[in-house]
């Protein structure tokens, strides 16, 4: 049957044939000979190993997984000529995909599998059309295994190295039944997966909300139980799924990819290296748009339609003072709770803009009044951010955020919301010293009063007060520092054909 469509440009450029799926099963039965092939790069007798310069990516279909996958692929090719990088991905996904990688990246579509009740076209999280499916997609992604395993088996020589996302566990037993060496991709710092690791293999005792050392980090390193992916909940569906259906695909992988730099992240790898196997490493190679020469925004291919630069560009203040726009993101897991009080940035004196991805929230009527934009389609994120008008960054704290705003050089008022958002708050906060936190707590519904958001807009805006200067002064740090790595591998030099080698 068919296994994958070549795309090349965005047409179909050939189909590719497998003569069965039982080769590859039979290649992941023998889970102990492949891992040995994958460690020592040893000869697969299936292949030609004559000119292996090829890497495989296969992203997550979730927006935020698949961006960073995207520049990292783009990054490849231009840094290496000789090497041929191929993006797998599916058919709803395959123009997206197109869009943000250049000509010199092969696409390859797998079809995405059918697992009712999930709607037949629905290929990408945003997709999804209500949160209780979200798990069922999760499972159908696992589905890709056949149709992938097809796709290695067709070509004519094994590539290099696959690197693909945490939630496609199959992968790894895949690739090692091929002989190929997986690198794990899950879009967290260092501190994040070392951390969830850490308090995975030992949870943590009841600390009734009191701050406790992790086992392995920094001595710094305090995170309270709370702020735990899911609570730390073994029983929660999406951790279930975790266990049984990813299990230790990615501590057996061969090292993981990180989008992160070695100033925030390095005193961290030690601890992330330690739970994978012996060898493994991790290569912080982020930010991964700056590796793949997006600097600025520069180079979104997505227009303005709402005209959210306009605002950021806008001169309205008399004294000349520019650094005090502020941009909100509303994820899309806000709970109702969390939006019915707007950003009160115009209640303080600073425009606004923010972003609320719901088609059927409604804003509050006194937000008629306030200085600013609410904006429910698409916001050129990083274009935003780099404007010198734009003062500050209200996040939920998602980690490819967090890049943008520090690559931008621009403080965050972190509003968590969940996974491992709370821990990426508190590095960006309390460890870091680049921005300032609500005060939230997930089993509340991410309720947080005016009071409270008021208070902390003025303390990330105060340009002229001790700690809005400390926040500004660590961020144009941070800026400094993302530009001057601007994804160099953390211990070696940027990661391409050679480090993949054994």
């Known amino acids: 049957m068919a296994a994958a469509a070549a795309i090349t440009n965005g047409t179909a450029a050939a189909t590719l044939h497998a003569a069965n799926g039982s080769t590859a099963d039979n290649h992941a039965a023998n889970g102990a000979t492949a891992d040995n092939h994958a460690a020592n790069g040893a000869s697969n007798g299936a292949h030609d190993q004559s000119g292996r310069n090829h890497i495989v990516i296969f992203p997550f279909m979730a927006k935020g997984h698949m961006l960073p996958l995207f520049h990292f692929a783009t990054a490849l090719s231009a840094h290496h000529s000789r090497l041929r990088v191929t993006v797998v991905t599916t058919p709803g996904n395959a123009a997206f995909a197109r869009s943000r990688v250049p000509a010199s990246v092969d696409l390859v579509a797998l079809p995405f599998p059918s697992l009712p009740p999930l709607p037949a076209g629905v290929e990408s999280t945003d997709a999804v059309p209500c949160q209780s499916l979200h798990l069922t997609f999760l499972h159908a992604t696992a589905l890709l295994r ?16 696959l690197v693909s996302d945490f939630f496609l566990g199959f992968t790894r037993a895949v690739a090692a039944g091929a002989g190929v060496r997986r690198v794990v991709f899950n879009g967290m710092s260092c501190f994040s997966s070392a951390i969830c690791k850490a308090l995975s293999a030992s949870p943590p005792v009841d600390h009734a909300g009191a701050l406790f050392h992790v086992l392995g980090m920094p001595e710094h390193v305090e995170v309270a139980a709370e702020e735990l992916p899911y609570g730390g909940r073994p029983d929660n569906p999406v951790t279930r799924f975790f266990v049984d259906v990813i299990g230790d695909s990615d501590v057996r992988s061969w090292g993981v990819l990180v989008n992160s730099f070695a100033a925030l992240d390095e005193d961290y790898v030690p601890a992330l290296e330690s739970f994978y196997e012996p060898g493994a490493r991790a290569w912080l190679v982020g930010p991964m748009f700056l590796a793949a020469g997006e600097p600025d925004g520069e180079q979104e291919p997505e227009q303005d339609p709402e005209g959210c630069l306009s605002l950021a560009r806008r001169e309205s203040f008399p004294t000349g003072v520019r650094d005090l726009r502020l941009v909100r993101h509303a994820g899309a897991h806000h709970g109702r709770a969390a939006r019915r009080d707007p950003a009160r940035a115009g209640a303080v004196g600073h425009p606004f803009l923010w972003a609320v991805r719901s088609d059927t929230w409604s804003p509050p009527v006194d937000a008629a009044g306030l200085d600013g934009l609410i904006v429910r389609g698409w916001v050129p994120q990083r274009s935003v951010l780099a404007h010198p008008s734009v003062g500050g960054f209200v996040s939920h ?41 609500m005060n939230v707590k997930e089993n509340m519904e991410n309720v947080v009063g005016r009071g409270e958001v008021e208070e902390k807009v003025r303390e990330l805006m105060d340009a002229d007060g001790k700690e809005g200067k400390r926040m500004r002064e660590r961020a144009a740090w941070a800026q400094q520092v993302a530009r001057l790595y601007n994804g160099k591998s953390y211990g070696s030099d940027w990661i391409g054909p050679t480090a993949f080698r054994p």
């Open 146 to 161: 056949a149709p992938f395993a097809e796709y290695l088996e067709s070509l004519p020589s094994r590539p290099l190295a």
């Open 397 to 437: 704290c998602g980690w490819n955020s967090v890049m943008e705003s520090l690559a931008a050089g621009k403080p965050v008022l972190a509003w968590p919301m969940i996974a491992e958002q709370h821990l990426n708050a508190r590095h960006v906060a309390n460890v870091l010293g680049v921005g300032v936190r």
